[in-house]
């Protein structure tokens, strides 16, 4: 009895490990990477006619210059979504959101944060991409003056019209009222797609959402430093007690 209960455990460390194997291997494939979104190419490659703020990202892009030129407006057809929801925006405020909006339609370098999602206009998301501190706290300057009712933009929206109203009595205020910090504004607004790094532009561990394309692009090195921490981790992870108890149990019995 104990042989085969050996020879059962043997096969468990096999399948974990080769199961833990794989979700390591997996891991590595984050560079260079599109998600599976709603208006994302499935591979990236050149785009030489991006739009304007999308444009560093031509030369490598998962977003089509249709979808850089849509970016650009408001309510535009990509989310039916209206920046000017509590009165006009300001123009300085609405240029990191159309930032935003390329980094997130665009960029081939989220794969480390890209997590999956059952949502019927995405299967995929990301999920606390470390943002640069200069970039966060620009966004959060430039848009102090700025109004919204709502801090959480991703849910919670009056779609009756065709886009996205105050909810009833939710009132507008400045920007600080609903994002006292910069912090607040970078992490709360998309559902912590974004968590607002300690890091500085051109440290290679943040990502940046506005960059000179003449000099490259800063976020191949930082995707690439993130996809090794994360492959790194080996089966470190939910299969590691599952692994060492059967380690265990095979010692036991042998």
Known sequence: MAKWTTIQLLFLLVWVTEVGGAQSRDRTELLNVCMDAKHHKEKPSAEDKLHEQCSPWKKNACCTTNTSEEAHKDISYLYRFNWNHCGQMAPACKRHFIQDTCLYECSPNLGPWIQQVDQSWRKERILNVPLCKEDCESWWEDCRSSYTCKSNWHKGWNWTSGYNQCPVKAACHPFPFYFPTPADLCNEIWSHSYKVSNYSRGSGRCIQMWFDPAQGNP???????????????????????????????????C
């Open 219 to 253: 976020n191949d090195k930082v995707a690439k430093f993130y996809a090794q921490v994360v492959d790194g981790a080996g089966l470190r992870g939910p299969w590691a007690p599952l692994l060492s108890l059967a380690l265990m149990l095979l010692w036991l019995l």
